[in-house]
C-alpha cells in the first residue's frame, strides 16, 4: 500500500520512510503543507491508502491539509502527528476530518498499528480476507494455504494484499505499481512481474490449484477462476 508522510522535521521524517518502506509499504514524503497538499491532490487521493501529517508545518498546517481535503470529498484516511498533547488539539483534528492521531514522541510499532487500523476501517473490510484456502490476516500480516503458513517479504505482502481486496476482479499492472511503490520506482520496469512471479511459487507450490491469473495485456486477478 502507498502513503505520503508529511512532515518538517527531517530525521523524524527520514525514519518514518525507512521504518515504512521496510515494512513494505511504498512512501512518497514531503517536507511542508503546501507540497504534502499537492501531492495528495494530483489526479486523486486514490493512489494512497493513507496520509500522516504533521500537526504544525510551514505553509499550510496539518488542519489545513485535512479541512482543504476534507471539504474537497476525499475520504482518504489521515493519521495527524502531534507534539501537542492538549486536548484542544487532538479534538481539533479529529472534528476536521482526521481519522486518528498520535501525540509525540511514539513508538513506531504503534504508528504501524494505528496505520493498519485506519487504513482497514477506510477500505471498508474485515481484517481476514478470505480466497478459497487461502486467508490473509491484514490485522497480524500472515498469509496462509490450507492451514500451511506462507512467508511473505513485506513488498509480497502488500501486492497479495492488494489483489486479495479486489479478489475476483483484474487488477492492473499499472494499480499494483501505483499502490504498492513510491514515485521513486519506474512503471517502466517489470518489477511488478517479478514479484507476480514469486508470490505464485509461493502460494501454488506442491501442485496447489491456482489462485492467481494473469490476464494478458490487463492485469491479475487473485481467485478460483472455472
Do not use: C
Amino acid at each position: 500500500m502507498r502513503v505520503l508522510v508529511v512532515e518538517d522535521y527531517t530525521p523524524l521524517r527520514v525514519a518514518l520512510v525507512t521504518g515504512l518502506q521496510d515494512d513494505g509499504w511504498a512512501v512518497d514524503a514531503a517536507a511542508d503543507g503546501d507540497e504534502g497538499f499537492r501531492l495528495a491532490t494530483v489526479g486523486s487521493d486514490t493512489s494512497y491508502s493513507a496520509l500522516i501529517l504533521d500537526l504544525m508545518l510551514p505553509g499550510r498546517s496539518g488542519l489545513q491539509i485535512v479541512h482543504e481535503l476534507r471539504a474537497a470529498g476525499s475520504t482518504v484516511p489521515i493519521l495527524l502527528l502531534t507534539a501537542r498533547d492538549g486536548i484542544e488539539d487532538r479534538v481539533a483534528g479529529l472534528d476536521a476530518g482526521a481519522d486518528d492521531y498520535l501525540v509525540k514522541p511514539f513508538a513506531f510499532a504503534e504508528l504501524l498499528a494505528r496505520l493498519r487500523v485506519i487504513t482497514r476501517r477506510g477500505a471498508g473490510r474485515t481484517a481476514e480476507l478470505v480466497i478459497g484456502d487461502l486467508r490473509l490476516d491484514r490485522r497480524l500480516r500472515t498469509v496462509s494455504r490450507g492451514g500451511e503458513r506462507i512467508e511473505l517479504s513485506p513488498r509480497e505482502f502488500a501486492i497479495l494484499e492488494l489483489l486479495a481486496m479486489q479478489a475476483g476482479e483484474v487488477v492492473t499492472r499499472t494499480a499494483i505499481w501505483e499502490r504498492t511503490y513510491d514515485a521513486a520506482s519506474s512503471a517502466t520496469s517489470n518489477v511488478v512481474d517479478v514479484y507476480i512471479g514469486y508470490l505464485r511459487k509461493k502460494i501454488e507450490r506442491d501442485g496447489q490449484p491456482r489462485l492467481l491469473h494473469t490476464h494478458r495485456g490487463v492485469g491479475y486477478l487473485l481467485g478460483l477462476e472455472s
